[in-house]
T-cell receptor, first 114, second 112 residues
Framework: EPEVTQTPSHQVTQMGQEVILRCVPI?????FYWYRQILGQKVEFLVS????????KSEIFDDQFSVERPDGSNFTLKIRSTKLEDSAMYFC????????????FGQGTRLTVV | QKEVEQNSGPLSVPEGAIASLNCTYS??????FFWYRQYSGKSPELIMF????GDKEDGRFTAQLNKASQYVSLLIRDSQPSDSATYLC????????????FGKGTTLSVSS
């Protein structure tokens, strides 16, 4: 069964460093998303991406964050100058065509900023 | 501010019973409604989605939607200990690429 894969599963970084979280969406999906979940809190939307551009972003997704689809399979989230409060699970998700809004999530990357 | 509200629980049911999970949402423009299951430390797993008023059944799961009341529910029949997890309600505008707005989830515990 097709699935969304994310790497790494766990990333520890020092405050102020840059991190790149990687995702391979389901191959025939067109829409890609990043969500985060701080421990004990709800899943929060960060950004959606379609046709090589951002289609929607939340207030959380400020200038510290960027997304990119560097090739035909990978989708990345870059966090510049990480802060302690960026520590969270980051989930990549993808969904299919224009009416297929069901989003399927990867297993997540646990980011710990120390 | 778009909100999705769920009772955090825990909801405790014995094995074989029906578990009923409820969710309300604030944005009347919401068109798509999803139930995800999340085991501790894992990612959300899609179990049901519903777009139209009424009931939708899939195996032991039934989703119910009432747009007039801005209410969506999930029934789990013949609950199993393996159903013990946090159930997340999520909604969006049913436009591709739009954000899913999640509730905080209801923790279900099924005792054997």
């Amino acid at each position: 069964e097709p699935e969304v894969t994310q790497t790494p599963s766990h990333q520890v970084t020092q405050m102020g460093q840059e991190v790149i979280l990687r995702c391979v969406p389901i191959s025939n999906h067109l829409y890609f998303y990043w969500y985060r979940q701080i421990l004990g809190q709800k899943v929060e939307f960060l950004v959606s991406f379609y046709n090589n551009e951002i289609s929607e972003k939340s207030e959380i997704f400020d200038d510290q964050f960027s997304v990119e689809r560097p090739d035909g399979s990978n989708f990345t989230l870059k966090i510049r100058s990480t802060k302690l409060e960026d520590s969270a699970m980051y989930f990549c998700a993808s969904s299919g065509g224009s009416r297929g809004t069901e989003a399927f999530f990867g297993q997540g990357t646990r980011l710990t900023v120390v | 501010q778009k909100e999705v509200e769920q009772n955090s629980g825990p909801l405790s049911v014995p094995e074989g019973a029906i578990a009923s999970l409820n969710c309300t949402y604030s944005d009347r423009g919401s068109q798509s409604f999803f139930w995800y299951r999340q085991y501790s430390g894992k990612s959300p797993e899609l179990i049901m989605f519903i777009y139209s008023n009424g009931d939708k059944e899939d195996g032991r799961f039934t989703a119910q939607l009432n747009k007039a009341s801005q209410y969506v529910s999930l029934l789990i029949r013949d609950s199993q200990p393996s159903d013990s997890a946090t159930y997340l309600c999520a909604v969006n505008l049913r436009q591709a690429g739009t954000a899913l707005i999640f509730g905080k989830g209801t923790t279900l515990s099924v005792s054997s």
